[in-house]
């Protein structure tokens, strides 16, 4: 399969688990690895460290997608049928602002707390 492809289906396996925690059809347990994958997703805490050459980075692009693709085939057929036709008309641009706008903010307030902890230290 070629990488593209790989690229188009991942995308819509993270749309379909993004449907899916918002679906009352979905189980608690796939809504929770969703969860769990988001969290690792996001900690700086990883399986492999990420200063370690080549491994640290690879475990996310290996570890990520395959953990995706295995949450989706959890979910119900029919329901992850009819997210996956939906996904072609839905577009993730709003998303990727507010996910620009959360880390920026987040950097903001880290920057602030140096600041206020620097300030008051002298």
Known sequence: MKISKKIV???????????????PRVSWYIKFLTLILLAY?????DLVPDFIPILGLLDEAILVPVAVSLIVKLIPEHIANEYRDTSHNQHPGNLRYLGVILVFSIWLLLIWLIVIFWTNKN
Do not use: E, G, H, R
């Open 41 to 45: 997703i996001i900690s700086p805490i």
């Open 9 to 23: 289906t991942f995308k819509s396996n993270v749309n379909t688990l993004y449907n899916a925690i918002k679906d």
